[in-house]
């Protein structure tokens, strides 16, 4: 069988590492805010090429956080795209602020020549999302933002280790917010998440609203090491001792995993660009860190079906637009007809394995049998 991604042979060959690191956690004693965070927030940070990085549950909640941090809130409105995961939009609502969908390009990136138009005197940020591997248009929406005054909040949870004219995915917003799900280029063992920032207000502020809106405040007694006192209302999300450790085992591998991703593609690249087949793109300032292999189809679930019958299992991300879903229609005009290429892509896109312990084998499998059916 070949799945979509697979975790199974990456915790293979670092099993021992993992346990013993995670069996090292449970001698020390800290299980939560000890010393393998603080290690792992000063070692991803300096990865993201950021000053400043938060542990956090998930990324849902980091972008939660970021969008609070920045006083964004009911009244206020937050441009993202349509063709994310559900969670870049969950966040944006749980800030009280409502979305603005603007459509994607040809890379299936937010498309930058409509978010002048998305702009009005209510937008307060926007939340670029770099999706499956591949960074938005920074240039443009820095700019976009900086006349406008509109804070900029990456959603890094596909694009760990990315590039934008060299520059790391989160480190370019004034806050990038990262997931650790299981299936992400960098993943933890069950939900973590991250902020990057390079603001010291922010980061202050962020580590704040992680934490219960918390700081250590002095008794009158004079007591020594202080007491936990809320200054404002906060939320309660954060990256435990054991996940810190198990990432902190994992991220000296991260650059060579995303070569791994990146041959990979190249291979599906050269393999089926004779076929008809659309394939992704790569913008030439980038450097895509392929966290999936997106491709499109018309007959795409016909080709999914046939190929499951073989044991090979492919994924859609995502068959649904956010701006379709009941949750969430109420953010477009009831007949919307401005997000077209959101939607066309919706219809026809799947993914292929992808995921660095795909084997040459498993790889030459998957192309052969596309062959066959396309
Ligand atoms: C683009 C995007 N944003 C946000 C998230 C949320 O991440 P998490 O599951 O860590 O909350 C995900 C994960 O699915 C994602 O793919």
């Given at each position: 069988?070949i799945?979509?991604?697979?975790?199974?042979k990456?915790?293979?060959?670092l099993r021992?590492?993992?346990?013993e690191?995670v069996?090292?956690?449970?001698?020390?004693?800290?299980?939560?805010?000890g010393p393998?965070?603080?290690?792992?927030e000063?070692?991803?940070?300096k990865?993201?090429?950021?000053k400043?990085?938060?542990?956090?549950?998930?990324c849902?909640d980091?972008?939660t956080i970021?969008?609070?941090?920045c006083?964004?809130?009911i009244?206020?409105?937050?441009?993202t795209t349509?063709?994310?995961?559900?969670?870049?939009?969950?966040?944006?609502?749980?800030s009280?602020?409502?979305?603005?969908f603007?459509?994607?390009?040809?890379?299936?990136l937010m498309?930058v020549?409509?978010?002048?138009?998305a702009i009005?005197?209510?937008?307060?940020?926007?939340?670029?999302?770099h999706?499956?591997g591949?960074?938005?248009?920074?240039?443009?929406?820095m700019n976009?933002?900086k006349?406008n005054?509109l804070?900029?909040?990456e959603?890094?949870?596909?694009?760990h280790?990315?590039?934008?004219?060299?520059?790391?995915?989160?480190?370019?917003?004034?806050?990038?917010?990262?997931?650790?799900y299981?299936?992400?280029?960098?993943?933890?063992y069950?939900?973590?998440?991250?902020?990057?920032?390079n603001?010291?207000m922010?980061f202050?502020k962020m580590?704040?609203?992680?934490?219960?809106?918390m700081?250590?405040?002095?008794?009158?007694?004079?007591?020594?090491?202080?007491?936990y006192y809320?200054?404002?209302?906060?939320?309660?999300?954060?990256?435990?001792e054991?996940?810190?450790?198990?990432?902190l085992k994992?991220l000296?591998?991260?650059?060579?995993?995303?070569d791994?991703?990146?041959?990979?593609a190249?291979?599906?690249?050269?393999?089926?660009?004779?076929?008809?087949?659309e394939?992704p793109?790569?913008?030439?300032?980038n450097?895509?860190?392929?966290?999936?292999?997106?491709?499109a189809?018309?007959?795409r679930d016909?080709?999914?079906k046939?190929?499951?019958?073989?044991?090979?299992?492919l994924?859609?991300?995502?068959?649904?637009?956010?701006?379709i879903m009941?949750?969430?229609?109420?953010f477009?005009?009831?007949?919307?007809?401005?997000?077209p290429?959101t939607e066309e892509?919706?219809?026809?896109?799947f993914?292929?394995p992808m995921?660095?312990?795909?084997?040459?084998?498993e790889?030459?499998?998957?192309?052969?049998?596309?062959?066959?059916?396309?």
């Amino acid at each position: 069988m070949i799945k979509v991604w697979d975790y199974i042979k990456e915790y293979e060959s670092l099993r021992g590492e993992i346990l013993e690191a995670v069996d090292q956690v449970f001698k020390d004693g800290t299980l939560i805010f000890g010393p393998k965070l603080a290690e792992f927030e000063e070692k991803f940070s300096k990865f993201n090429d950021c000053k400043y990085g938060i542990g956090v549950g998930n990324c849902t909640d980091a972008i939660t956080i970021a969008l609070r941090a920045c006083k964004i809130g009911i009244g206020d409105e937050v441009i993202t795209t349509s063709n994310t995961a559900v969670p870049t939009v969950t966040a944006i609502v749980n800030s009280g602020a409502s979305v603005k969908f603007v459509d994607i390009n040809e890379y299936s990136l937010m498309d930058v020549s409509k978010l002048a138009n998305a702009i009005t005197d209510k937008t307060k940020a926007i939340v670029p999302v770099h999706l499956y591997g591949q960074m938005c248009e920074m240039n443009t929406i820095m700019n976009l933002a900086k006349k406008n005054n509109l804070k900029v909040i990456e959603d890094c949870a596909q694009s760990h280790g990315a590039t934008y004219f060299g520059k790391k995915a989160g480190s370019i917003g004034d806050i990038g917010c990262f997931s650790f799900y299981p299936t992400k280029i960098f993943g933890a063992y069950g939900d973590g998440g991250f902020i990057s920032t390079n603001n010291e207000m922010l980061f202050d502020k962020m580590q704040r609203i992680r934490f219960l809106g918390m700081e250590k405040k002095k008794m009158s007694s004079g007591h020594w090491n202080g007491k936990y006192y809320a200054i404002e209302h906060g939320t309660n999300s954060r990256l435990d001792e054991v996940h810190a450790a198990i990432l902190l085992k994992k991220l000296p591998y991260l650059n060579e995993w995303i070569d791994r991703r990146r041959e990979i593609a190249s291979r599906y690249n050269n393999e089926l660009k004779e076929l008809n087949i659309e394939l992704p793109m790569e913008h030439p300032d980038n450097r895509h860190a392929y966290y999936i292999y997106v491709v499109a189809h018309k007959n795409r679930d016909e080709i999914m079906k046939s190929l499951a019958e073989k044991d090979i299992f492919l994924n859609i991300s995502y068959p649904w637009p956010i701006h379709i879903m009941e949750a969430y229609k109420h953010f477009v005009c009831s007949k919307c007809t401005c997000l077209p290429k959101t939607e066309e892509q919706a219809k026809k896109i799947f993914s292929l394995p992808m995921y660095p312990t795909l084997t040459d084998e498993e790889q030459s499998i998957v192309i052969k049998e596309l062959k066959n059916l396309i």
